[in-house]
């Protein structure tokens, strides 16, 4: 099975659009929401939450996860892929890498902005990836400590969103007015792009980009599984998926439906 890991619900955005393209496969949706937002905590913790969660994962059978949380695959991806598993076992991979392969063909400018967690910003990984591919990118990275945890009361459309959309963008555009090309560095920032959009318009930057990761991952994930065959014939496909929360099922079928756009039956479990 393919796990999919997220702090809460923005690893949907990433499932959807893996589903998307490889229907075929069977998944486990794990969202830590008990422990969300994980962005602006400490590496330990970070790292501890994302170590316990790939554990059961791999406990419920599965044998490839995907990180589907920028903030875990910063601060915990690199850890327990050296000194955690066992590759033979099972493989973890991140939404960073195969993000930052991507974005640098998108600009014209070569001035990006990065959108993430503290967490995720402070780990610096968006600049050094990026920094791989084409060292005479110029990155501007914005901090938005505020956009998950409205993302994850059901308050992404208030007012109060609203407000803190607006002054995220208008302070990473005051810092670099010739970014082009946008990176939603959080897989919950998918979840308020229109609204992102909507801010870019009003400062006059129609032209600006934004870059949710869905797509890229899931052609990333294509792409490993057809370059990793032993791996690939070890997941069953039945097409299903199910969906596990550390909080309230209830409540997170209700906004998995919503972020779907199809019912879903959720399960709360322990680990
Ligand atoms: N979706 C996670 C990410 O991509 C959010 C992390 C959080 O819980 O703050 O970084």
Not at 29 to 44: H, I, Q
Not at 121 to 134: F, H, P
């Amino acid at each position: 099975m393919i796990g999919v890991f997220d702090s809460g619900y923005g690893g949907l955005t990433i499932l959807k659009q893996i589903r998307r393209q490889l229907p075929e496969y069977d998944y486990i949706y794990l969202g830590d929401n008990a422990r969300a937002p994980y962005g602006t905590r400490s590496f330990d913790c970070i790292y501890h939450y994302t170590l316990d969660a790939v554990r059961y994962l791999h406990r419920q059978g599965c044998t490839l996860i995907i990180l589907a949380c920028n903030t875990a695959s910063a601060k915990a991806l690199r850890t327990i892929q050296q000194h955690d598993i066992d590759p033979e076992q099972l493989r973890v991979l991140g939404v960073i890498r195969p993000t930052a392969e991507v974005v640098p063909s998108l600009t014209r400018t070569k001035h990006i902005g990065v959108l993430a967690t503290p967490g995720t910003v402070a780990s610096e990984s968006y600049r050094i990836e990026l920094a791989k591919q084409d060292p005479a990118l110029v990155v501007t990275q914005q901090p938005c400590p505020m956009w998950v945890p409205l993302i994850e009361a059901g308050e992404h459309t208030s007012d109060g969103a609203q407000y803190f959309i607006r002054k995220y963008i208008r302070q990473l555009i005051s810092r670099d007015p010739l970014i082009d090309t946008l990176l939603l560095g959080c897989t919950h920032y998918p979840l308020i792009q229109s609204a992102i959009n909507a801010e870019l318009a009003l400062l006059g930057k129609q032209d600006c980009r934004t870059i949710a990761q869905g797509g890229i991952v899931a052609q990333s994930l294509t792409d490993y599984l057809l370059r990793h065959p032993q791996i690939e014939l070890r997941l069953q496909k039945g097409g299903e998926c199910t969906y596990l929360t550390t909080d309230d099922p209830d409540r997170f079928a209700q906004a998995a439906a919503m972020f779907l756009g199809a019912p879903v039956q959720a399960t709360h479990v322990d680990y």
